[in-house]
C-alpha cells in the first residue's frame, strides 16, 4: 500500500469517527486536525528553499497527519485497568464515544452472564472531578439503564474507595469508577468492579482480572457504531448521602478505641492535602468523626481541580507533589502529614525524622527533616500495628512482588499467613481471608469486609491511630520503624524509574537486561536472574506469568525490573536488608540506615547503568 492509499484510508476512518461522535467538541476538534492534514501542500518551485510561512504549513501538515494516525492506531485497549489515557478525539483517546462503546460492551457481558437470573443486574457508578468525569458516568448510565439494567450512580464526585464500597453495600454485580487517579490532568479513565452474583469468591468487589478483562473487551470490539447504541434520556437512580454515610462510618470503626490513644488523637496535628482531588471533604470528616479534630488542610489544594495547578504530577511520590503539606507541617508544628492522591485510593505519609536534617540546602521542610515515608515504610508499620490483634484461623497479610519483603517476616512472627501477589489490587484484593495487603506505591487494603481495593482514607484512620498510640506512650513513628529493623532487619527500599515518550522503548529496554543481565549489583554477586514473564509456579512464590525479570544477589539484595502498568516507564524496585542485633541502641540503628542507605545507592547506579538510563 502506497503513502496515498493508507492516507486514503485513514481518512476515510477519520470521517466516519466524526459522523458517529455524540460530542460536538471532540468532533470539531478532529474536523480541524482534519482539514489541517488535508490541506494542499504549499508550492515550492525546485531548487529554492521554502520560506517559513511554506515551512510551517508543511509541518502543521505532516504533525495533522501523524497524530490522526495515533488517535486512530487502534481501539483504546480495555484491560484489567479498564480504560484509561489521554482525553481528546479518536478510537484511542478517552472521550465519549470511546465510553459509550465501553459502557454497552459491559452491558452485553453483565446480561450474558445472568442470563435469566432474576433480579435484573445492578451496576453502581462513580465519578470524580477529572475533565469529562461526569458526562461519561452519565453516558454510560444511559447506556446501561437503556437495556434494563438497574442503574445507581454516586451523588457527586466521590474519592473510588466509596464507589469501591458501594459496590459491596449495595451488592452490586459490576461498578463502574471514571477516574484516571493519579495520572496528569490530561487523562481520563474507567475502572470497572465485578461482584453481586457475577463474582462469589474472595474477589467479589474487586477490579476485573481475567478473564473477565477480555470477555468485555470482546463485547466492546462487536459494539459496530456509537449510534448503534440505545441510550436512555432517564431512569436511572441517583443515590442520596445514605451510602456515603456508611462508608465513612466504617472507616471511622477502624479509629482506636481506648482512652489514652483516643486523648492523644485529640491533641495530634495532621496536616492533609487532596492534591486538588475529591478525598478532601471525606477524608476530613472522616478524620473528625474519628476523634482527629486538629486537621489542618494545605489551602492551595484543597478543592477539586482538574488542572490540579500546583504540581507537575499529582502523585504523593512524585517529587515536589507534597512539598506545601511539608511546608505547612513544619510552619504549624504538626506531628504527621496525609497526602491522598486526586482519587483518594493512595495514602501518603510525611513524618519529621531528624535523622533526615540537611544543613546544605535550602532552608525547607525537608532540611529540617520533614520526608515522605517510602510505601514499604508505612505498610510494614501498618502490618506491624494490625499484627497485635491475634490472628483468626485463615488470617492472611498479603502485598505484591515489588514490595517489601518485610511484611512476610511480620506475618509470619505474628502466625498471620502471608501471599505474595502480582502488582495490582486487583490481585492483592483477591488473597483468600485477607486482613491486610498493600503494594509500595503508597496503596493500602485495610478494610477488605468493606472494600476490596486500596483506600487512602480508611489508611488515614489507621496511621492516625498509630501516630497517636505512640504519641500517647511518648514514641515516634521513627521509633516504631527502628523497633521493626531491630526485629527483623533493617529493610530499605527505593525505586529507579525512567519514562518514555516513545512507548516502544519500555520493552526494548526490559529485553536488554533479560538478554544481558549485570553479573553484580551494589558490589554483591548476582546469584539469581528470574524472568517472571515465564511465570514462577514451580518457584517459593507460586506467581503466573507478568512481565519483567527478578534479581537476587549474595548479600540478600533484590532488584525487580518491570513496565508501569498504567504510566509510560520501566519501574526498577530495590531492596536491601541489614542485619541488626536485637538489642541494638539508636545509634547502632543510625549505623544501620546510613549503611543501607549507601548500599541502595550502588545498586541504584548500577542499575541505572545495566538499563541505559
Not at 30 to 35: A, G, I, S, T, Y
Not at 434 to 443: C, Q, S, T
Request: aromatic share 4%; charged share 25%.
Amino acid at each position: 500500500m502506497t503513502g496515498d492509499d493508507a492516507w486514503a484510508g485513514l481518512e476515510a476512518r477519520v470521517r466516519t469517527w466524526i459522523d458517529d461522535d455524540p460530542d460536538p467538541q471532540t468532533a470539531d476538534e478532529l474536523r480541524e486536525l482534519l482539514d489541517l492534514a488535508c490541506a494542499a501542500p504549499p508550492t515550492i518551485d525546485p531548487g529554492v528553499d521554502p520560506t517559513p510561512a511554506q515551512r510551517l504549513a508543511l509541518e502543521d501538515r505532516a504533525m495533522a497527519r501523524d497524530d490522526l494516525a495515533d488517535r486512530f492506531s487502534g481501539l483504546l485497549q480495555f484491560g484489567t485497568a479498564g480504560l484509561r489515557g489521554r482525553l481528546g478525539g479518536g478510537p484511542h483517546r478517552m472521550n465519549r464515544a470511546v465510553v459509550i462503546r465501553a459502557a454497552s460492551g459491559l452491558a452485553d457481558y453483565l446480561l450474558g452472564e445472568l442470563d435469566g437470573v432474576q433480579p435484573r443486574p445492578r451496576v453502581v457508578i462513580g465519578y470524580d472531578a477529572r475533565y469529562k468525569s461526569a458526562d461519561f458516568a452519565r453516558d454510560s448510565a444511559a447506556v446501561l439503564t437503556a437495556v434494563g439494567i438497574e442503574v445507581l450512580v454516586l451523588p457527586s464526585p466521590l474519592p473510588t474507595p466509596v464507589l469501591a464500597f458501594a459496590v459491596r453495600h449495595l451488592g452490586a454485580d459490576a461498578g463502574i469508577m471514571v477516574t484516571a487517579s493519579h495520572n496528569p490532568p490530561q487523562d481520563n479513565g474507567y475502572k470497572v468492579y465485578l461482584g453481586g452474583r457475577v463474582v462469589v469468591d474472595a474477589g467479589q468487589g474487586a477490579q476485573i482480572v481475567p478473564p473477565a478483562d477480555a470477555a468485555i473487551a470482546a463485547e466492546i470490539a462487536h459494539v459496530p457504531s456509537v449510534a448503534s447504541v440505545p441510550r436512555a434520556a432517564n431512569g436511572w437512580t441517583v443515590l442520596g448521602p445514605d451510602v456515603l454515610d456508611a462508608y465513612v462510618a466504617s472507616a471511622v470503626a477502624l479509629a482506636p478505641t481506648d482512652d489514652a490513644t483516643r486523648a492523644a488523637a485529640a491533641r495530634l496535628r495532621i496536616v492533609l492535602t487532596p492534591l486538588h482531588g475529591v478525598g478532601g471533604q471525606v477524608a476530613q470528616r472522616v478524620l473528625a468523626e474519628a476523634g482527629f479534630t486538629d486537621v489542618l488542610v494545605v489551602p492551595e489544594q484543597a478543592d477539586p481541580d482538574p488542572d490540579f495547578p500546583s504540581v507537575a504530577f499529582p502523585n504523593p511520590e512524585e517529587p515536589g507533589a507534597i512539598d506545601l503539606a511539608l511546608g505547612l507541617a513544619s510552619d504549624e508544628r504538626a506531628d504527621l502529614v496525609i497526602a491522598l492522591d486526586p482519587d483518594a485510593d493512595r495514602c501518603g505519609v510525611g513524618i519529621l525524622d531528624l535523622r533526615h536534617r540537611s544543613y546544605r540546602g535550602p532552608d525547607t521542610a525537608q532540611a529540617e527533616g520533614w520526608r515522605i515515608l517510602h510505601g514499604d515504610e508505612t505498610g510494614s508499620l501498618l502490618g506491624a500495628d494490625l499484627a497485635r490483634t491475634p490472628p483468626r484461623a485463615g488470617s492472611s497479610f498479603a502485598s505484591s512482588i515489588v514490595s517489601s519483603r518485610l511484611l512476610a517476616k511480620i506475618a509470619g512472627r505474628a502466625g498471620y499467613g502471608y501471599a505474595q501477589t502480582l502488582t495490582g489490587f486487583k490481585w492483592i484484593s483477591r488473597v483468600d481471608g485477607l486482613v491486610f495487603g498493600y503494594e509500595e506505591a503508597l496503596g493500602y487494603c485495610v478494610d477488605p469486609a468493606h472494600v476490596r481495593d486500596k483506600d487512602g482514607i480508611s489508611a488515614a484512620v489507621l496511621v492516625a491511630g498509630l501516630a497517636a498510640r505512640l504519641k500517647a506512650e511518648g514514641r515516634t513513628v521513627i521509633d516504631a520503624l527502628d523497633d521493626l529493623a531491630r526485629e527483623h532487619g533493617l529493610h530499605l527500599t527505593d525505586q529507579v524509574s525512567a519514562r518514555f515518550a516513545d512507548l516502544d522503548q519500555i520493552g526494548a529496554t526490559v529485553h536488554r537486561l533479560r538478554s544481558s543481565p549485570p553479573t553484580s549489583l551494589g558490589g554483591s554477586r548476582v546469584t539469581e536472574v528470574v524472568d517472571l514473564a515465564a511465570g514462577t509456579l514451580d518457584d517459593r512464590d507460586g506467581l503466573p506469568p507478568t512481565e519483567g525479570l527478578r534479581l537476587l544477589t549474595a548479600d540478600g539484595t533484590r532488584v525487580i525490573v518491570r513496565p508501569s502498568g498504567t504510566e509510560p516507564k520501566v519501574k526498577c524496585y530495590l531492596e536491601v536488608i541489614v542485619p541488626l542485633d536485637a538489642a541494638a541502641d539508636d545509634e547502632a540503628v543510625g549505623r544501620a540506615r546510613t549503611d543501607a542507605r549507601a548500599r541502595l545507592d550502588a545498586v541504584a547506579a548500577d542499575v541505572r547503568g545495566a538499563l541505559g538510563i
